[in-house]
T-cell receptor, first 113, second 115 residues
Framework: GQQLNQSPQSMFIQEGEDVSMNCTSS?????WLWYKQDPGEGPVLLIA?????ELTSNGRLTAQFGITRKDSFLNISASIPSDVGIYFC?????????????FGQGTTLQVKP | NAGVTQTPKFRVLKTGQSMTLLCAQD?????MYWYRQDPGMGLRLIHY???????AKGEVPDGYNVSRLKKQNFLLGLESAAPSQTSVYFC??????????????FGNGTRLTVT
């Protein structure tokens, strides 16, 4: 089945550092979403992007919808220990009338205090 | 407001046993989904439903069945569990009116181990 290619697979950084992760696809998406999953819980939406080129921030998080509509990135500035978790990108095709999302493989983030 | 509730939270099965995972949402959402999460593979769609009484196959439907007899509930069944079905299962829901503005709401998952 179709998948989004998310990288890196994992990151181990020092508290205070900035983080960047991205997703690419061979097909076009009309919506890009970024979720975070804390241990033992379900994914929670961080940022939603609806237009090509859109740049959206949520606190220390910034995400962009690529111009080609085939990629997106998520940046986290000045990381803190509670940023630890798995980050997923997800895409929704414009032709979809079922709300089905396609997910990336996830980026596991660890932050050293 | 409970959101999306999954039961049970944990379960251990022996190969060949059957079980049903229950998902309940109190947000009056039309669309409901079952995903499985495996290390390094993200979330993969098993089955989904766009309304009461309707279901459809997702990316990895083999070995699973689903039913949506009531709008608020979406059941995932394993008729004969296999070790390959060891995974964490997530239920999610959304509203078609806001499918672009209200992305999926997830439950907290069911961790299933098949020995």
């Amino acid at each position: 089945g179709q998948q989004l290619n998310q990288s890196p697979q994992s990151m181990f950084i020092q508290e205070g550092e900035d983080v960047s992760m991205n997703c690419t696809s061979s097909s076009i998406f009309n919506t890009w979403l970024w979720y975070k999953q804390d241990p033992g819980e379900g994914p929670v939406l961080l940022i939603a992007l609806y237009k090509a080129g859109e740049l959206t921030s949520n606190g220390r998080l910034t995400a962009q919808f690529g111009i080609t509509r085939k990629d997106s990135f998520l940046n986290i500035s000045a990381s803190i220990p509670s940023d630890v978790g798995i980050y997923f990108c997800a895409g929704l095709h414009g032709s979809s009338n079922t709300g089905k999302l396609i997910f990336g493989q996830g980026t596991t983030l660890q932050v050293k205090p | 407001n409970a959101g999306v509730t999954q039961t049970p939270k944990f379960r251990v099965l022996k190969t060949g046993q059957s079980m049903t995972l229950l998902c309940a949402q109190d947000m009056n959402h039309e669309y409901m989904y079952w995903y499985r999460q495996d290390p390094g593979m993200g979330l993969r769609l098993i089955h989904y439903s766009v309304g009461e009484g309707t279901t459809a196959k997702g990316e990895v439907p083999d070995g699973y069945n689903v039913s949506r007899l009531k709008k608020q509930n979406f059941l995932l069944g394993l008729e004969s569990a296999a070790p390959s079905q060891t995974s964490v299962y997530f239920c999610a829901s959304t509203s078609p009116v806001n499918s672009y503005n209200s992305p999926l709401h997830f439950g907290n998952g069911t961790r299933l181990t098949v020995t």
